[in-house]
């Protein structure tokens, strides 16, 4: 009976105990929540980003983005299609940012300016929610890992990692829409590819047989062609040379070196991609699509293998393995 007695108030203690241990970690995560919670930089998620501006205050150069029902949007410093992936990493990275330290509750006009934050050089302002959240970036700091920031409004300076103020910095070409030619390769039910010289190569594909027709008649290799296709849709611009242009001659397009068409099944209207002269300055080719009306380069790399690549679409062909 003791026995059973002793054994019962060991139960008993073990569940109580364990009930002190539940309720003490249970707090822990609270008071960690909590400290998280604080040591973000902003209190919204990327979701909740509506509109977003950058502003360089030192040349007065400003980029505005807007999120809209088909994507993303730039406004400034010119309308064009955002790129959805590269703004959605920026946001990510500007959001998700941490506090390092508050340095100041609030500063004296001299160490304003000490820190850069009297005439700053950079601003970001967040909309979410139907407000806007304004950042003010200050200089980096002596060991070049840290920089310090203000909001708009409020006395607190804060000290943060240098790869923020890095990361607002970005230009309105790291965060527009870079692809070359929008089309689905696996939808292609022929391909042209014409040079200036008079080279040509003709592929087609029907209820998935791939035949060659032109600069001869036979099997054309689905795996190869695909590839080439592929590395086209993947390729972004290298830079963008003239978003209005009224006269195509000086980037060698009226007749281009290299002209690529893409046929699409269920669309009338193909995909082209043409190919001018040589931008020896950026070390790339001048380039337009039917899709858009600007000039821009594309890499080396993607137009020769362009070239290359009109050689090797037949099945079979090992040429350059």
């Known amino acids: ?81 955002g790129d959805a992936k590269a703004i959605e990493k920026f946001l990510t990275n500007i959001v998700t940012a941490r506090k390092d330290a508050v340095l100041f509750d609030k500063i004296e006009p001299a160490k304003l300016a000490e820190l850069g934050l009297a005439t700053p050089e950079l601003e970001m302002g967040l909309k979410a929610g139907g407000q806007e959240t304004v950042i003010v970036f200050g200089e980096k700091g002596p060991t070049h890992n840290i920089a310090y920031i203000m909001f708009k409004g409020r006395p607190e300076v804060y000290r943060v990692h240098s790869d923020l103020k890095s990361e607002a910095g970005k230009d309105a070409y790291a965060l527009r829409d870079k692809t070359i030619l929008d089309f689905d390769p696996v ?105 858009q009306k600007k000039v821009f380069d594309v890499e080396e790399d993607m137009v020769n293998t362009i070239l290359l690549s009109m050689d090797k679409l037949a099945e079979g062909n090992t040429a350059g393995k």
């Open 1 to 81: 009976m003791n026995f059973t007695k002793k054994t019962l108030f060991w139960v008993i203690m073990l569940i109580a105990l364990s009930g002190v241990f539940f309720l003490f970690d249970r707090k822990q995560e609270e008071v960690k929540q909590v400290e998280e919670a604080n040591l973000k930089l902003l209190p919204f998620t990327v979701k909740e980003v509506s509109e977003f501006r950058i502003t360089n205050l030192k040349d007065n150069s400003k980029i505005g983005v807007v999120r809209g029902k088909d994507g993303w949007q730039l406004t400034e410093p010119l309308s064009a299609k």
């Open 187 to 291: 939808k292609m039910r022929r391909l042209e590819i014409a040079t200036r010289d008079g080279r040509r190569v003709v592929v087609e594909q029907d209820l998935g047989k791939w035949n060659l027709l032109e600069p001869t008649r036979e099997r054309a290799s689905m795996a190869k062609v695909l590839e080439l296709l592929y590395a086209i849709k993947n390729a972004e611009i290298k830079a963008f040379a003239d978003e209005n242009p009224t006269d195509l001659s000086p980037y060698g397009l009226p007749l281009p070196m290299l002209q690529l068409t893409v046929h699409l099944e269920q669309k009338e209207t193909p995909s082209i991609l043409a190919v001018g002269d040589k931008d020896r300055a950026k070390r790339a080719y001048f380039a337009r699509t039917n899709q």
